[in-house]
Each structure stands twice: as structure tokens, then as C-alpha cells.
């Protein structure tokens, strides 16, 4: 193949067609409209995956990397706390007993869940709660909520505040809830309402007195783990015949990650979708081009030119717009997460996100995918075009132009 004679019409051939400048107006619009896909693109998947793991962060942090809970009333004691602990010193545990509360001040009330732990076996594990607890010392009727319960119900350090529990106490001849003042000493902010709202820490001591459970008993652990994926297999059999069960994080939340991911699935192939549009300019361009040079290119044939290289010329030329704009649109996406990274350009309400600063994290596989999925689009985009030049019937053309 002559290497010299296909690059030089190649670079003829982009040159801005002043005849016909539809064809040069057509390119432009394929490479521009490759590069803004390939852009939107990166900054899209960084968002999302940004987003993803922002909310992972905070559910991991709030619902533990594993949690072992009690499949039997009273089946955790502290027998089991103690044989994990010694059979798995990497990791830490924290005791707890749970319950629904409603706790009230004054006329405000509100309801929740509450947790009765220790509190250094906690603040180990839990670095929300171990911001909140700071110095303090916590006596066996002190709380600490979630910053949500707190403003709603106008609660200072050192405020009275009633629970009320969902066991009931029998008294004569009816039955009335549980309820137990306790001392406000300090809130938590988890970036999600969903926690300030609904949680509370108390000392263990003070549920198992008032839920009247017996000594050492609990009705979970929970654990941090640095490979929870592989220690709860090794937990989970272990636990077997204890009557308790182990379940991960992602576990709890496996509904809401799953739809994160179809969202970024949709997200991903809407997307290429502006690709493959844009592809259809480099299709028509060529095509155009085709027409247009139909008696160079038989010209060309009637000289000795193969098929292959008109062919070449042709997959070069559409391969130089479709790779120039997913070259451009990859420095410009990049650009793009560093403008967005480094200024506060936009600003999310944190309630809502748990973060102000938009979350950006461009995983590498991602990155891959966009870029083959783009050379695969402008690849086919470009191959019809090319095959179309080779079916002149050279004669034909010759004889009539």
C-alpha cells in the first residue's frame, strides 16, 4: 500500500471544502459533538460514582461494616462476645441493646431508635459518636441524639427529657408504657437526617434495667472490620449454632445501592447515546465526501490504486475526526472534574446529599469503558463510508463526469 499517496490525500481531503462546505460543516459538528459526549461522559460517571460512595461513607460509618444480631430472644450473651474476641483480635467490638423510644420536652416529641452501649467500646468503632461524646462523661441515665431530635425538641446540655418504650408495665388492672427521664448531655451529626432524626445512645445498663434483660446479655455486636467481605465469612461460620447471625452493610442497604448502580447503568448508555449521534455526522460527512469525490476516486482505481487503500483513506479520515474528539473531549472532562473539584462551583444542600461540595471520583474501569465504547462507535461509524468508496463502478463515473 502506498503509505505516502493515502496520507496525502487524506490531508486534502481536511481540508475545509470551500465548494462544498456542508462536508467540512458536517466533520466539525461529528468531532465537536464527540468531544462534548466523551466530556459529559467523564464528568457524569465521576458524579455518580462520587455520589455512591459519599453515601457510603456515611452508612458506614452509621450502620457498622458488620453487625452481628440475635436470631432468639436473649441468644447473645456475653460468652459469645468473648470467644469472638479472642478468636478475632483484629477487629473491634461494641455490645448493644436496642429499642424504639419516643422522647419527649416539654410539648415536643419525637420518636427513634435507641442504642445502650459502652461508650468506649462505641467511640472505638463509631467516629460520629466518638466527635459527639468528646469529654464527656456519661452517667447510666445520660443521652446523646441525633442533632435532629435535638433541635426539634429545643434540648440543651443538662435538659430533663422523657422515653417512653414500647414494653409495657402492668399496673392493676391496665397497662402503661415504659417511660424514664434522662439528661441531655450532647448531639451527633451524621450528614444524614435520616440518623439525626432516629438516633439515640444511652448506657447499656440503664436499657437492660429498664427492658429488664438480663445480665450480660445483648441484642447485637456490632464490628469493624478493614475486609468485612472476607471476615463475614469466617464470622458467619463460626457463628453457627450460637443462635446469631452476622449481616454487612451492604446487606442492609442492598436496595438502595442497587439502584444507584442501575441509575449509572441508564446514565452510561443515555450518554453514549449523544456519541453515537454525533457519530452520525462522520457517517455523513464521508458519505459526502464519497459523492462528492467520486471521479478522484475513480481515478484514482483506473490508475492502480487498490481497494484497500482507497478504503484506508477513507477509515483514516474518519477515525482522525472520531479519535480528535475523543482526545479533545477527554482534556476537556478532566478539566472539567478539576474546575468542579477545586472551586465550589456548585453547591449541594448538605441535609439532603450529607456533603455541600459536589462529590467527584473517576474510577479507572469507568474511564475504560468510556473510551473503548467511543472508539468502538466511531470505528463502525467510519467502516460503511469507507466500504461505499470501493463500490464505484469506475467505467461508469469515468464515462459521465
Known sequence: MNKKLVNFIVKKYLRFDKKNPFI?????????????????????????????????????????????????????????????????????????????????????????????????????????????????????????????????????????????????????????????????????????????????????EALRTLLKRPDNSYDGIHVYSEDAFEDIKQLREDLKGTGAGVIGWWQQNGNFFAAMKMEKTALFIVLMLIILVASLNI??????????????????????????????????LGTIIGFSGIFCGTILGFIGYWILDTFDIVSLPADVYGTAKLPLDLSSTDFVSIIIGAVVIVLLSSFYPASRATKIDVIDVLRNE
Open 24 to 204: 467540512s460543516i458536517s466533520a466539525i459538528l461529528a468531532f465537536v459533538g464527540v468531544s462534548i459526549g466523551v466530556m459529559v461522559l467523564i464528568l457524569s460517571m465521576a458524579i455518580m460514582n462520587g455520589t455512591a460512595k459519599e453515601f457510603e461513607k456515611k452508612l458506614f460509618t452509621m450502620n457498622y461494616p458488620l453487625t452481628i444480631y440475635s436470631k432468639f430472644k436473649n441468644s447473645i450473651d456475653e460468652s459469645v462476645l468473648t470467644t469472638i474476641q479472642e478468636k478475632y483480635p483484629h477487629l473491634q467490638f461494641s455490645p448493644y441493646i436496642s429499642s424504639q423510644a419516643i422522647i419527649q420536652s416539654g410539648d415536643s416529641m419525637s420518636g427513634g431508635m435507641i442504642f445502650g452501649i459502652i461508650p468506649q467500646k462505641e467511640a472505638a468503632i463509631n467516629s460520629i459518636y466518638k466527635e459527639s461524646l468528646g469529654d464527656l462523661k456519661l452517667r447510666k441515665y445520660d443521652i446523646i441524639t441525633g442533632a435532629g431530635i435535638s433541635d426539634k425538641l429545643y434540648l440543651n446540655a443538662g435538659t430533663k427529657a422523657t422515653l417512653y418504650f414500647t414494653d409495657l408495665n402492668p399496673t392493676g388492672f391496665s397497662m402503661i408504657p415504659k417511660m424514664k427521664r434522662f439528661t441531655y448531655k450532647n448531639s451527633f451529626k451524621s450528614g444524614l437526617n435520616a440518623y439525626d432524626k432516629a438516633y439515640m445512645y444511652t448506657s447499656i
Open 283 to 316: 457517517i455523513s460527512s464521508l458519505l459526502m465526501t464519497v459523492m462528492s469525490r467520486r471521479k478522484e476516486i475513480a481515478l484514482l482505481l483506473s490508475m492502480g490504486a487498490s481497494e484497500k487503500e482507497i478504503k484506508s483513506i477513507f477509515l483514516r
